[in-house]
């Protein structure tokens, strides 16, 4: 399996175009590298690409990455868009794929009448191209590609919902993908609050593991006088702290520990902050965009 992480930062990207924290000024500054907002193409072939979460970035990306490039006049190797929420970072740039004959999401029910019925995206979307609905259901393992399964396991969390449509299950899952052929094991992963025992059994010794990064401490934003909440209130697990994810990750087997999905403000952006070299002495990795991987088994 093949993967290309397209955006490895939170949304508002990095820089924000309306922050000046010491990490938005590094990377205006050039001393440190500018970040798009978190989405990721994978792969069984080389040929045919799914991406998970459609950023506002995403006709960037594509152009970035030569893999999703059209081989004809309007041949594309695009193949379809999961979805593991309906937040406004993951979805807006499934308006940019309007070009498209058609455009196939996948997407638990939550999330489509979120889409549907609340912000109005997939009503918007379908004025220009049809819009082919594959149903998630969390749990429930389904075939992406020839050589490619995947299965969504539900997110609990307690952030408020912005288009409250009164459906709650379903409405933030991640996705664990498997090469077939190989047995390699991908567990994406880019917002979580708390790692429940649930949550735990489902990334437990995969071979890749991309978790949310949102920010180092759980007071960060108000640390800075950006916010009035903390991260877990925000839906994201901080990664410091004695229960923070660098404490209970290593116990779960994983063989290859990426962080992404970082908001502005976490230093691990920062390649000399004190913050990135702990996450690294600790064997795990922050993802850059273009960071490529060829996910294999055991």
């Known amino acids: 399996m093949l993967l290309r992480v397209l955006g490895s930062a939170a949304g ?40 998970v979460n459609a950023s506002p970035d995403i006709r960037a990306q ?21 979805l593991t929420d309906a937040e406004l970072d993951h979805t807006l740039g499934l308006l940019l794929l309007r070009e498209a004959g058609a455009v196939r999401l996948y997407a638990t029910p939550a999330v489509h009448k979120t889409l549907s019925d609340g912000s109005g ?38 952030k408020r919902a912005r288009f409250g449509t009164g459906v709650d299950d379903g409405r933030v899952v991640g996705y664990r993908l498997t090469d077939d052929r190989s047995g390699g094991t991908l567990v ?39 916010a009035g909440k903390t991260s877990r209130e925000m839906g994201h697990l901080p990664i410091d ?20 999905h970082m908001n502005n403000t976490n230093p691990i952006l920062l390649e000399d902050a004190p913050e990135r070299r702990i996450v690294e002495d600790s064997g795990m990795q922050v993802a850059m965009d273009g960071l490529e991987i060829e996910v294999q088994g055991p």
Request: aromatic fraction near 6%; include cysteine.
């Open 12 to 51: 508002g990207g990095s820089p924000q175009w309306n922050c000046g924290c010491p990490v938005c000024a590094a990377v205006r500054s050039g001393a440190a590298p500018p970040r798009t907002q978190s989405s990721v193409a994978v792969s069984a072939d080389g040929n045919r690409w799914f991406v």
């Open 62 to 82: 594509i152009e970035a990455f030569p893999g999703l490039h059209p081989h004809g006049r309007r041949e594309t190797p695009l193949e379809g868009v999961l």
């Open 121 to 158: 995206i997939l009503r918007t979307l379908e004025r220009y191209c049809p819009v082919e609905w594959r149903t998630v259901v969390p749990g429930a393992g389904f075939v992406l590609a020839d050589g490619l399964s995947c299965r969504a396991f539900d997110v609990p969390t307690t």
């Open 188 to 226: 994406y992963l880019p917002g979580v609050q708390s790692l429940t025992p649930a949550l735990r059994s489902e990334i437990a010794g995969c071979d890749c593991l991309l978790i949310d990064g949102t920010c180092w401490r759980d007071d960060e934003l108000m640390r800075l006088g950006l």
């Open 241 to 260: 702290g004695p229960d923070g994810s660098l404490a209970q990750l290593p116990s779960l087997g994983v063989r290859r520990t990426i962080f992404v």
